[in-house]
């Protein structure tokens, strides 16, 4: 098993930085890829960026390429999302997630493992 718990999400402005942290526990991180996911309000949950366990490449969202980064660290077990030129649609709930399979795009049904998500609201 592995237990994420996320952090850092918040109320901010359009065109802020926010930086949101994940620490994980449990089974060893650094065999795991990690994601990062949201949903916003009345909205499907839909992927954001995903790093492999090996931190070689990353993958993102067109709709957040350019503008977020997602990174690991293996010696402290956390992965985090730099989210900077934040705009209102970026609202919502952001979630860690991880699994032993890398996907470069992947679906939510696929990922094994959950963190309970940290809200980010980004005002006009």
């Known amino acids: 098993q592995v237990q994420l718990v996320e952090s850092g999400g918040g109320l901010v402005q359009a065109g802020d930085s926010l930086r949101l942290s994940c620490a994980a526990s449990?089974?060893?991180?650094?065999?795991?890829?990690m994601y990062w996911f949201r949903q916003a309000p009345g909205r499907e949950r839909e992927f954001v960026a995903t790093i492999p366990r090996g931190a070689e490449t990353t993958s993102y969202a067109d709709s957040v390429k350019g503008r977020f980064t997602i990174s690991r660290d293996n010696a402290k077990n956390t992965v985090a999302l730099e989210m900077n030129s934040l705009k209102p649609e970026d609202t919502g709930v952001y979630y860690c997630?991880?699994?032993?399979?890398?996907?470069?795009?992947?679906?939510?049904?696929?990922?094994?493992?959950w963190g309970k998500g940290t809200l980010v609201t980004v005002s006009s």
């Open positions: 997630a991880g699994d032993l399979n890398y996907f470069r795009f992947p679906t939510d049904r696929g990922i094994d493992y």
């Open positions: 449990g089974r060893t991180f650094s065999t795991l890829a």
